[in-house]
């Protein structure tokens, strides 16, 4: 593996952070605990690309060491697909009168919708307790 196909994967590892990429924190979430699966996943293994998304960040490396050259140059493609996406909508702004690029608006809008999330998860999970009380079948 040459250092460039090194660099094309590894750009997306969690462990990893250009100066530029700083930032971004959306695609790779900071994880202080282990990250298992408790159920895995059944559906056919598609091609190379779904493969790599499927794993782990912890374990891409090793399955991209272990695809061949075609797959692996599959995932190089990918990547570079994404990369220039980004540094399309970095700076993308939907209408000239933006004050924030289209990037910033979504995670602004994101940030919004968990802490939203947050806080009505409590009386959520409490409505489905009390749902599922209500239709539990006694036990005999």
């Known amino acids: ?23 971004s924190t959306s695609t790779r979430p ?4 282990p990250l298992e699966d408790a159920f895995s996943d059944t559906s056919p293994v598609l091609d190379a690309w779904s493969e790599y998304l499927r794993a782990r960040y912890t374990k891409r490396k090793e399955l991209y060491a272990s695809l061949d050259t075609s ?3 599959l995932i190089r493609k990918e990547i570079r697909r994404i990369r220039y996406f980004r540094e399309h909508f970095k700076d993308y702004r939907v209408f000239k009168t933006d ?12 940030t919004k919708w968990r802490d939203i999330a947050l806080k009505r998860s409590a009386d959520e999970i409490a409505k489905c307790q009390k749902q599922l009380r209500k239709v539990a079948i006694p036990r005999t």
């Open 99 to 110: 004050d924030l690029p289209l990037v910033a608006l979504l995670d602004d809008s994101r």
């Open 30 to 33: 900071p994880y202080d605990y």
């Open 71 to 73: 797959a692996q140059e």
């Open 1 to 23: 593996m040459t250092q460039q196909q090194g660099q094309d994967w590894y750009h997306l590892s969690p462990t990893t952070r250009d100066q530029d990429d700083a930032a």
